[in-house]
């Protein structure tokens, strides 16, 4: 039985098993890592979760929390996003939410709910390899998201119709964006917006680290910006707003949110219904009564921890890069990206600093839908101590120097 | 911002939505449910998930049980399906093992990976519904999977061509099936891999009740059968094998398995990744160390208990049943399959049932890809006591012989 052609097709552009193979070097001892952008586990809350676990499976509460739930969530759960939502400045209620397993899941299914082979999805130049692949599986064409820059929404228009399709939507994450950093404007998110409406598509608002705001004004997300214009109205935005506690309370319980309007998130019920039924029901619980008890101080101690980290790079970066490499200087989040002499190709130098200096990054190749970007790198200082990021830099900055 | 169309389309088969609605009643005081096909919560193995959380949350162990993991699953967990599965017949190694979250995700899974629109997937009439809302989504078109019936291979083939497309494989669970309740011998069987081999396509077991065998004795899976006809080897075998921990550790934690060839495991990885990076890492080592400890003796506890509850349906249906009432006799799982006298129409039923004698069940048409089946009904007994069983059969009956 041969596997169907057709979806070798969709998984061809998929880059991140590759870098994960390669990724499997990295168990060398000595090695030091910054490829993988995950949270460092030593702030995981764990005991508030060994209580909250214990609680939810206390006796009586069993036929709840290792029972079939609904699709939507659990509502306690979906209350307090909406609290949460407030604060940021989106007013919603539950039937605005959605739990996902994780924000990854929430991008497949708006890939799902929105791709047909052919129509366009305008994304950053670079942007998230996580959502290439998760769009990916939809076949569609990437043409790319232009901020702040003179395009009009006429050419973007008549090249997603010339490609067979039209543009369905624009996805982006404004804040402390995975590879670069970099955070929009409000200026031009209001851009952004203009383009969508212009469009008429979806946009897509990735918020996965938009807690995680290290220094500068925090920015008001794409929806309530758009629900601001729009008097309050959140079913009449057209942003879509996809969060996630992988990156603030754990990553390996899978729970992640959709913000959007009703016939949206109807959608997306049904969607979720069929695909998996639900998130699990323990680990919502569990997620909710430690984000009840805790967010706010855990995230203002996770922020002052992964901003020391951030500075250390900052500062490591300015020591010992060689002249000609420029890097980007995020106010949050997780990554720095590194941007280095055209000519320079960041796979092949990869491979020699895991040879012979044991440092990892990402190739920032993988993050362009064009293949483009072959001398760019990505560097995550999330998972690794000052004295690391020291070390580490120190090491990238040897070969980076031989390499020129 | 209009939603695509074509999503509508998609969804327009969806009805286990719009049975969802219909059960909200199912909350009135003095309703006696046999609808949803759940387990009943009494039997979790609360404690032992309790123990089980603990300790994959005490100290030292969190960076691993709080953290990303890998797409494929918690090793231990695979190894455990492992020799689960050699009980079963199955020879595999971790490698032929996914992860997944519940079976439904599975059935997804595959759906993405098999179906284009147009495309044939065989289905038994009636089959799982939530099986035809996954593939829904991939746009497929359905016929029927005739078994112990004289349909050439060749008819199968030349009406999927006609349709614009190929058969892709052939879907059903031959264990308990829901919503017959029914088994298939293993001529049967066997018959389904021929007329599979014959089309080329692939053979979905869905498994989702195999352990919940009550008499008689057991049939060995399809992918079983196949591997002996292989001569053991599994990577030459076309049946994937679909298996959860809903049925019998519990349904909330979303915890289920696919066994296959190494290729079909690796496109489903990939696939998974790009969808929701991987299943719970907590949920995982949690069912491990459950199903580790007590696997056998809890799954021999809950055989024990459905029995005694499928006996007593089948003693109530035999007392209050009118004449021209059928029903099917399993030998496992969770449902009793029963047709009524042509003409009569099941869900119009339903609706007296629940106001008139507040009993509910589900209309069998759910079950039909071609929305037939309008005088069948199905009756769960899982989640109900004798008395409740007794009580609520005589209540049907009453409804049953007034409509006649």
Request: glycine fraction near 8%; include cysteine; proline fraction near 6%.
């Amino acid at each position: 039985m041969a596997l169907p052609a057709q979806f070798a097709t969709r998984m061809s552009r998929m880059k991140a098993s590759e870098i994960r193979e390669l990724l499997k070097l990295l168990d060398q001892p000595g090695m030091l890592s910054f490829a993988g952008g995950i949270p460092d586990a030593a702030f995981f809350p764990a005991e508030a979760f060994a209580g909250a676990f214990q609680d939810a499976l206390s006796p009586g509460r069993q036929a709840q929390s290792l029972q079939y739930s609904v699709s939507e969530g659990y509502l306690p759960l979906r209350q307090w996003i909406v609290s949460h939502m407030a604060r940021l400045g989106v007013t919603c209620r539950p039937e605005n939410v959605l739990i996902t397993s994780g924000s990854q899941q929430a991008l497949d299914y708006l890939g799902k709910l929105f791709l047909s082979p052919g129509d366009t999805a305008l994304v950053g130049w670079p942007t998230y390899l996580g959502a290439l692949a998760a769009f990916n599986a939809y076949e569609p064409r990437y043409d790319r998201l232009r901020v702040g820059e003179n395009r009009s929404h006429a050419e973007y228009a008549s090249a997603a119709e010339a490609a067979g399709g039209r543009v369905k939507f624009a996805y982006l994450s404004p804040d402390f964006d995975n590879p670069t950093g970099l955070t929009l404007t409000p200026a031009e998110r209001l851009q952004v917006l203009d383009t969508a409406a212009a469009l008429d598509c979806a946009v897509i608002e990735d918020a996965a680290y938009q807690g995680l705001r290290y220094d500068g004004d925090p920015v008001q997300p794409l929806l309530a910006l758009e629900q601001a214009q729009k008097a309050g109205d959140l079913e009449a935005c057209r942003t879509i707003y996809c969060g996630t506690f992988s990156k603030t309370l754990s990553p390996g319980l899978r729970v992640g949110w959709v913000v959007a309007s009703t016939p949206v998130i109807s959608q997306l019920v049904l969607m979720k219904q069929a695909a998996d039924l639900h998130s699990p029901t323990l680990n919502q619980i569990a997620i909710h009564q430690v984000a009840d008890a805790l967010f706010d101080p855990h995230t203002a101690a996770l922020r002052e921890a992964y901003r020391s980290r951030r500075d250390a790079m900052l500062a490591a970066l300015q020591d010992h890069m060689p002249p000609g490499v420029s890097w980007t200087r995020p106010e949050g989040g997780m990554f720095i990206w590194v941007t280095l002499p055209e000519g320079l190709n960041a796979a092949a130098l990869l491979e020699r600093a895991l040879a012979e200096e044991k440092v990892a990054f990402v190739p920032g190749q993988a993050f362009f839908a064009d293949g483009s970007g072959e001398n760019t790198l990505r560097l995550s200082f999330s998972n690794s101590q000052e004295a690391e990021i020291a070390e580490g830099m120190t090491r990238l900055g040897r070969i980076l120097t031989s390499a020129n």
